[in-house]
């Protein structure tokens, strides 16, 4: 790896019992750059996102964040790396209800250990970036989906993730609050150094990444190769 690469997949399969969901996937992640992978449903992109999080094991190949492979590390120290240096958004939000605003957005610092007085104070910063700490004392049922995104994103660039890894961010709101959210999202990601790796169906999503890649049939081609 290079100093810029954060992440690093070579050969990668990944199979669900006899089936196989990702063939032989090689893709470096680089800090600062978004980097987005489009595909029909069931080609295996989400697969190979959970996968280069640590969430599914691969079956074959390296995956190494900043030189240290994955097969070096037991299921604890996985857990500890999703949790300190991976941040997460997905299509729904995926809030807790009986939490603020600024808790759901200060959780990732708090399950880090940081105390609640400072990880609430970061949380505040973070919505204020994003134009929603108004919001803070309210309990997601209480926001629009919209703002909710926006409190996922906060959420999961608030303890400064080396890596972001978004399952379809923008996939459950309406084209103008996904086009702002996305924005946002990618700006702050850039400004703080975070590498992006963006999971969409979507097109117009996928042009404001830095780097495409398409996935078929389990498949990872960069966009306009041969597969």
Known sequence: MNASEVLCA??????????????????????????????????????????????????????????????????????????????????????????????????????????????????????????????????????SGGQSQRVAVARALVHKPAVVFADEPTGSLDSGNADAVLKEFLTLARSQGTAVLLVTHDAAVADQADRRFTMADGSLAPQGAAS
């Open 10 to 143: 070579s050969g990668v399969d990944l199979s669900y019992g006899s089936t196989p969901a990702v063939r032989g996937a090689h893709l470096s992640l680089t800090r600062g750059e978004v980097t987005a992978i489009t595909g029909a449903s069931g080609s295996g992109k989400s697969s190979l996102l959970y996968c280069l999080a640590g969430v599914l094991p691969a079956t074959r190949g390296e995956i190494r964040f900043e030189g240290q492979s994955f097969g070096d590390l037991d299921d604890d120290e996985i857990s500890t790396l999703r949790r300190e240096r991976f941040g997460f958004v997905f299509q729904y939000g995926e809030l807790l209800p009986e939490l603020t605003i600024e808790e759901n957005t200060a959780l990732p610092l708090r399950l880090a250990g940081k105390r609640k007085g400072p990880a609430l104070k970061a949380a505040a910063a973070v919505l204020d970036r994003l134009g929603i700490a108004d919001l803070r004392s309210r309990r997601p049922s209480q926001v």
